[in-house]
């Protein structure tokens, strides 16, 4: 089992910066696509920026221009870093990823969420 562990959550004042990351547990696995996704009070859990084993990114509209998502293959971790923040963006954030797990030897394939980390922006 392949877990995740956020971190770099907290409250923060509109126009402000956080940094989150994401580790995965296991060594010896290769991820293909990590993303985050977050979920308000009250609403569904919505995609927010994804990138794939090659480096290729995707973001939701609302937050294009504003975030950047990265990764360190060799750590297997995921980052998030948020600039301009807005009280829109106050969630909880989740990193999931998906791949290949071979710590049992063969090629077993996961997919992973992790607990979530809060973000408030207000002021």
């Known amino acids: 089992q392949v877990q995740l562990a956020e971190s770099g959550g907290g409250l923060v004042q509109p126009g402000g910066s956080l940094r989150l990351s994401c580790a995965a547990s296991e060594r010896s696995i290769v991820a293909k696509t990590m993303g985050w996704y977050r979920q308000a009070p009250g609403k569904e859990r919505e995609l927010v920026a994804t990138?794939?084993?090659?480096?290729?990114?995707n973001y939701a509209r609302s937050v294009k221009g504003r975030f950047a998502i990265s990764r360190d293959n060799a750590r297997k971790t995921m980052y998030l870093q948020m600039n301009s923040l807005v009280p829109e963006d106050t969630a909880v954030y989740y990193c999931n990823v998906e791949g290949l797990d071979y710590s049992e030897g063969r090629a077993t394939m996961f997919n992973s969420w992790g607990l979530g980390t809060q973000v408030t922006v207000s002021s």
């Open positions: 990138v794939t084993e090659g480096g290729s990114t």
